[in-house]
């Protein structure tokens, strides 16, 4: 059980800063799961933390042990890589004993081993068989057995449910906490997948451009961006956003767009270039009250929802996700407003959230 | 990969590299060096790793026009000819071993044509020592009147490099998805065009790196070469050869400018391929 | 389909377009040329054999037909049977000494460093060139006074004079030398091929897995390359036992017979000696030694295929 900290980690591959001098704590038994778009150092980051590249500059620590320089066997890890990894020349009862037979431990007591947790990810059936005879959700099964007989401290993980198709991704992504739940070890997983990221992290950590961007539970990462970047990284549909001008009025302020206007009382947010965002769900539909006209010009019903896209004289659409048994027709004129204390405002330039 | 834990590891790298290196490139230069000398320099102890009067007149006596003698005591050795003859029966034969081979490779690829045994069978072909299909082939060739003629020749080194052909062509035409040939045909391409307009491209490196290899092979083939010619066709190594045997006292420095003359334009183009080389020795075995 | 242009020429390209005469057009003259070209000669390679032919008694239709004299003549002779031998072993020699040091080279050129490039550019050099010259060249370079042996000399300390081209062993190691020297080149690319080839994410889960760089190439390189290997070893040897060029280059089979390959002795035997009859029987008996070894090959080859293919990479 050991739980990870990264200190001004920094990697550089030629001109590239692939990781960019990040801070993280991570405490023993936490399931964080590292979150961003392709090339956003997320996997360099892993791999560091693996020990299968050396970081140019900042430390790691797993438990008390400065691990910056160690070998990746000396760590103590399981690792499950995107490709799974499998030796394909080699029996699935063979591939979960390495490990062990690295370690040199007795055959008697791998054979005991490799059985047992056999069982509890169920392919102890399995157990004669090559890789390539397997199915994608088996030898998933297969390469965390691997990680698992060596009851290591950390896991790590490098995005392994991308290869599966969607049913089999939600069960394994079940299976995965599960495990988490009973083994409480640390976990660090990485995705790029933003659904995987909010239903499986105890706290997320959003990268971009080798740079954390903001950490913490995924409800408050959702509902609470640190930024622009995070706050349409996450949501399905993205989030609206209306770039317009910030103005400092008496009690508060407004922000002005092109076919929109908005007071915000008690705010000091000062004044400028900003853009304002706010997410599907809390466009509403309304009759009366503040609100602004529009023309439905698209319809996506989800079955639960349906998602309406209106144009209101801004340069691009809003959409907003109502309720399913909501009738509506394309050309419908409707009028929309937001739910205040939802909506968020950032900087125009440096992209950060504004608040008071 | 980091080498963490020997840091003299580069060094004996270097070292062991540099001594094979050393051994590879030591007969090259030697016999380069020779070509420039003149005869007095050739044969002397302690041995000259350098010409002290270096010359050109090695090169002179083997390409001027004339043809080669070889009577003990009065051998000269001249190229132009078998240079020529080489060009000929290796260019043509190394041709259409490439046209016909890589067609048949991709019919086999994508149709199966001939079984799936076809190109083992065809490898066996070329497994056979050519000695034992040299005996026969005289006979055939002089009663079909094919002894000593381009054509008997360049038949003989189109039906040897076939197998090389095919095999270093289905690993390239294996390298082309299906799905764009498909394509093709479903946007109303005809196979040919297909052929051409897809597959040809796409396996061009290809075509030209088998073509040099197995040219490189019919350049400095020599045992069918002898049985099968006489004076009418010579190449090079045939030249060699008979020089080699005939004389007592060696001419090394025409010689040497012989070797080098035969050396250079493949080792030019070798070095060209090479890269692309590593693809088509894959015998279909490499893992993507 | 697109339309076609004249009624005449549409049918034509028509009627090859269709797959089952597409597929078969360039079988057609392949299979033609190894009908016309590699059938007869065989059959005649046999009918030969059963003959007692001299080339200088007038054509091969006439000769007396004396059925398997041949074949006894040339099981009996001894210089055939050690010439076959020695061919074999200098195979066993010359191949598994490649092997090793392609193996080393390999390894060594595997990671990218500088100057990677030119060395294996250099490695790649003998292949390029014609193995007469190879041959002739090594003659110049071993003679007794030679820079080889000048070479040896200031290694050892002391003058060197080995003897290459005129004493048996020595003559033996040099045309074994010829050949190792010329085809590590090819055996270096099969094999850095086939290291290329080999999946990364395997190697770096075992390297996560705590496993020394000696239990990775033990058990997970190696098992993989076994294709690789199998392909070297095949293609080498097939080339090995055929070995000409060599021994009349550099020691024109000398001295005695000491180099004298089965291909050199068949020549001598066929376009020497002139007893064709006997050189075709030899030449069978040659075949029937080779083709065991051939099929075995062929065995390997379609097993560590249809192996990949199975396997994948997962």
């Known amino acids: 059980m050991a739980g990870i900290r990264l200190q001004r980690l920094g990697k550089v591959f030629g001109a590239t800063r692939a990781v960019d001098g990040i801070d993280l704590t991570i405490p023993d038994g936490e399931f964080v799961v590292l979150v961003g778009p392709s090339g956003c150092g997320k996997t360099t980051t892993l791999n560091m933390i693996a020990g299968l590249e050396v970081p140019t500059s900042g430390d790691i620590w797993i438990g008390d042990d400065r691990v910056t320089d160690w070998e990746p066997g000396d760590r103590s890890l399981g690792m499950v890589f995107q490709s799974l990894a499998l030796f394909p020349h080699m029996t699935v009862f063979d591939n979960i004993a390495f490990p062990l037979r690295i370690k040199r431990v007795a055959p008697a007591e791998i054979e005991r081993r490799v059985r047992a947790v056999g069982d509890t990810v169920h392919v102890g059936h399995l157990l004669a068989k090559r890789p390539a005879t397997l199915s994608g959700g088996e030898a998933q099964r297969v390469a965390l057995a691997r990680t698992l007989v060596v009851e290591p401290s950390v896991f790590l993980m490098d995005e392994p449910l991308s290869s599966l198709d969607a049913k089999l991704r939600v069960e394994m992504r079940t299976e995965i906490k599960r495990l988490h739940g009973t083994l409480r070890s640390t976990f660090v997983y990485v995705t790029h997948d933003q659904a995987e990221a909010m239903t499986m992290a105890d706290r997320i950590v959003v990268m971009h451009q080798g740079r954390i961007q903001q950490v913490g539970r995924p409800l408050e990462v959702y509902g609470n961006p640190a930024n622009r970047f995070v706050a349409g990284f996450f949501g399905v549909p993205a989030m609206n956003f209306v770039e317009g001008e910030l103005h400092a009025e008496s009690g508060g302020a407004r922000f002005v767009a092109q076919a929109l206007g908005l007071s915000l009382p008690g705010q000091r947010l000062g004044s400028g270039p900003a853009v304002l965002g706010v997410r599907p769900e809390h466009v509403r539909l309304v009759s009366a009250g503040e609100s602004w006209p529009a023309a439905v010009s698209l319809i996506e019903p989800l079955g639960d929802a349906t998602l309406v896209f209106l144009d209101y004289g801004g340069p691009s659409s809003l959409v907003a996700k109502v309720d399913a048994e909501e009738k509506l027709a394309v050309g419908n004129r409707r009028s929309f407003t937001f739910r205040r204390d939802r909506i968020v405002l950032f900087d125009a330039a440096t992209g950060g959230r504004l608040s008071t | ?288 | 389909m697109t339309a076609a242009g004249a009624p005449g020429a549409g049918g034509l390209r028509r009627w090859l377009e269709r797959e089952r005469v597409f597929k078969w057009l360039p079988f057609v003259p392949v299979q033609g040329l190894f009908a016309l070209l590699l059938l007869p000669n065989f059959l005649l390679l046999v009918y030969l054999s059963l003959l007692s032919w001299r080339i200088t008694r007038g054509a091969w239709w006439n000769a007396a037909f004396t059925g398997l004299d041949s074949f006894q003549r040339a099981l009996e002779d001894s210089r055939f049977l050690w010439a076959l031998a020695r061919t074999f072993a200098f195979a066993a020699v010359a191949v598994p000494l490649e092997l090793l040091l392609v193996f080393g080279l390999a390894m060594l050129c595997r990671r990218s460093f500088r100057g990677r490039r030119i060395y294996t550019s250099v490695f790649l050099l003998p292949m390029m060139i014609v193995p007469a010259v190879v041959g002739y060249d090594l003659s110049m370079l071993l003679i007794d006074q030679g820079p080889f042996n000048q070479l040896l000399s200031l290694f050892a300390g002391r003058t060197v004079t080995v003897r290459w081209l005129s004493e048996y062993t020595p003559a033996q190691l040099a045309v074994i030398g010829a050949d190792v020297w010329q085809w590590t080149a090819l055996t270096f690319l099969v094999f850095t091929a086939g290291l290329a080839g080999l999946p990364e994410e395997p190697i770096r889960a075992a390297r996560v897995m705590g496993a020394s760089r000696w239990q990775i190439f033990w058990h997970i390189e190696l098992p993989l390359l076994k294709p690789v290997i199998a392909i070297a070893v095949i293609l080498r040897s097939m080339e090995a036992l055929k070995m000409f060029d060599y021994p009349m280059l550099l020691t024109q089979a000398g001295p005695g017979n000491a180099t004298e390959t089965v291909a050199v002795y068949l020549w001598r035997v066929g376009w020497e000696f002139a007893r064709v009859s006997d050189a075709a029987a030899m030449s069978l008996i040659l075949l029937v030694a080779v083709a065991m070894y051939i099929l075995v090959a062929i065995r390997v080859l379609r097993r560590e295929r249809r192996r990949l293919t199975e396997e994948g990479a997962v």
Not at chain 2, 2 to 20: D, K, S, Y
Not at chain 2, 218 to 231: D, F, H
């Open chain 2, 1 to 288: 990969m980091r080498q963490r834990g020997f840091p003299l590891f580069p060094l004996v790298r270097h070292t062991l590299l540099l001594a094979w290196a050393a051994v590879t490139l030591f007969p090259i230069y030697w016999m380069v060096m020779t070509s420039f000398k003149q005869a007095a320099e050739w044969v002397t102890w302690p041995p000259r790793w350098f010409p002290h009067e270096p010359t050109l007149v090695n090169y002179v006596k083997v390409l001027t026009p004339g043809t080669s003698t070889f009577e003990l005591g009065r051998q000269t050795l001249k190229i132009l000819k078998p240079i020529g003859d080489s060009l000929i029966v290796s260019g043509i034969g190394s041709l259409i071993a490439v046209l016909l081979g890589s067609a048949l490779a991709y019919s086999w690829a994508r149709f199966g044509t001939g079984g799936r045994s076809y190109p083992y069978n065809i490898l066996s072909i070329r497994m056979v020592p050519p000695i034992v299909i040299a005996v026969p082939f005289v006979v055939y060739f002089v009663t079909l009147r094919l002894l000593d003629t381009y054509t008997g020749l360049i038949l003989v080194y189109l039906a040897t490099s076939l197998p090389y052909v095919i095999w270093m062509m289905l690993a390239f035409v294996e390298e082309v998805p299906v799905e764009l040939e498909r394509a093709a045909r479903v946007m109303g391409a005809s196979r040919w065009k297909v052929l051409r307009s897809v597959v040809l491209p796409l396996t061009a490196s290809g075509l030209v790196v088998t073509f040099l290899f197995v040219f490189i092979l019919n350049w400095s083939e020599l045992l069918l070469a002898m049985t099968l010619t006489n004076t009418e066709v010579s190449t090079i190594p045939i030249q060699l050869n008979k020089f080699q045997s005939a004389n007592e006292g060696r001419d090394y420095g025409p010689q040497a400018a012989i070797g080098t003359i035969a050396t250079l334009p493949v080792v030019v183009l070798g070095f060209l391929i090479q890269k692309h080389l590593l693809r088509g020795f894959s015998f279909g075995l490499l893992r993507k």
